[in-house]
């Protein structure tokens, strides 16, 4: 998978997260961020990671409970950036795998069901759930981040 350039990514955000991202500075915009990333493996377990920024705002888990590989997406707090997306999690690893994650730096998520934040969401208010609500268990593709 090709990671696309950033201002592809910027127009392909709806208008009004576009105007937020326009907005923000060029250090902010590389956290405008998509693509595969990187991994390591543990003993038992392989934890992927995307986008770039000083902290892991969001870790997802393949299985319930925080069990078994993950991906961290990568970021800035949300009370210092306003908004972030992740407009793929990673195709091979971690698409349509996710059925547990927690939340960190005073973030709130929307889920997404397909790639570059499109069609059914799910909002996260809280900061963790260890199992997903009925129907979004496997199912989402990418994700978008903004101050609690
Ligand atoms: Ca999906």
Redesign the pocket.
Same mark, same amino acid.
Do not use: A, G, V
């Given at each position: 998978m090709s990671e696309r350039e950033p201002s592809e990514r910027t127009r392909r955000a709806p208008g009004a997260l576009r105007r937020v991202v326009l907005a923000a500075s060029a250090a902010a915009l590389a956290l405008v961020v998509g693509g595969a990333g990187s991994a390591y493996a543990g003993a038992d377990r392989t934890v992927h990671r995307i986008g770039r920024g000083p902290v892991v705002v969001a870790q997802l888990w393949e299985h319930e409970y925080f069990q078994g590989d993950s991906v961290e997406l990568r970021g800035a707090p949300c009370d210092q950036l306003y908004n972030q997306y992740w407009y793929r999690?990673p195709r091979a690893d971690f698409? *349509?795998r996710t059925s547990s994650y927690k939340i960190y730096y005073k973030c709130t998520f929307r889920f997404?069901? *397909?790639?570059d934040l499109q069609h059914a969401s799910l909002i996260e208010a809280g900061t963790q759930a260890a199992r997903m609500l009925p129907g979004w268990n496997?199912?989402?593709?990418?994700a978008m981040a903004h101050v609690r």
């Open positions: 999690l698409n *349509d997404y069901e *397909d790639f496997d199912r989402i593709s990418s």
